[in-house]
């Protein structure tokens, strides 16, 4: 079965630097999520958007940016990196049924890792 | 806000035992979803095993299950006749019924150390 892919998997930028990444949701999700996993933490959510949409808001920083296509693939761009964002970004997807049990699950990716150096 | 509380940082099991490890969570809700989530080694994010808040029956995964309290918000995760692979992070989450992500809610997690 298909799953969220994320890209890219690696991902090495200098502070001050700006990242995208990049996240394609298991088709037929239109819901999209992103986490961010510090080391040693567990995932901290940043934002989502259903339907295109930005429908909630977590803990992204001002510098931080995102938006959902109208394939609903995802991108998170992150400007003036600091060493603190060095992270793995966690994008997750969702199905179109809220009523059902697999409409309120979510799938995550493998995973981004960003280092700033 | 809801919260996740695990209460166990790090857990060892011994290979072909049986472990649990504790989830306790704090609503006000009636409906609701959890879940627990498995991160090995890989970072990867594995569903291990999910209950709906208003089936009593306890979800089971072959050799997963949880003992779902509701009443004493408990949703504690049973792993049966431990693997090598089984060692990881588990995770454990909440998520109120609807579609915005910051519904969703993580344990700080437990780490499981399984020994051969």
């Known amino acids: 079965a298909a799953g969220v892919i994320q890209s890219p998997r690696h991902l090495i930028k200098e502070k001050r630097e700006t990242a995208t990444l990049k996240c394609y949701p298991i088709?037929?999700?239109?819901?999209v999520y992103w986490y961010q996993q510090g080391p040693g933490q567990d995932p901290q959510f940043l934002i989502s958007f259903y339907e295109k949409m930005q429908s909630d808001k977590g803990s992204i920083p001002d510098r931080f940016s995102a938006q959902q296509f109208s394939d609903y693939h995802s991108e998170l761009n992150m400007s003036s990196l600091e060493l603190g964002d060095s992270a793995l970004y966690f994008c997750?997807?969702?199905?179109?049924?809220?009523?059902?049990?697999?409409?309120?699950?979510?799938?995550f990716g493998e995973g981004s890792w960003l280092t700033v150096v | 806000a809801q919260t996740v509380t695990q209460s166990q940082p790090e857990m060892s099991v011994q290979e072909a035992e049986t472990v649990t490890l504790s989830c306790t969570y704090d609503t006000s809700e009636s409906d609701y979803y959890l879940f627990w989530y498995k991160q090995p080694p890989s970072r990867q994010m594995i569903l291990v095993i999910r209950q709906e808040a208003y089936k009593q029956q306890n979800a089971t995964e072959n050799r997963f299950s949880v003992n779902f309290q509701k009443a004493a918000k408990s949703f504690s995760l049973k792993i049966s006749d431990s693997q090598l692979g089984d060692a990881a992070m588990y995770f454990c989450?909440?998520?109120?019924?609807?579609?915005?992500?910051?519904?969703?809610?993580f344990g700080t997690g437990t780490s499981l150390t399984v020994i051969p």
């Open positions: 989450a909440y998520r109120s019924p609807g579609n915005t992500g910051n519904q969703f809610y």
């Open positions: 997750a997807s969702s199905p179109r049924d809220i009523l059902t049990f697999s409409g309120n699950t979510i799938y």
């Open positions: 088709p037929r999700h239109d819901t």
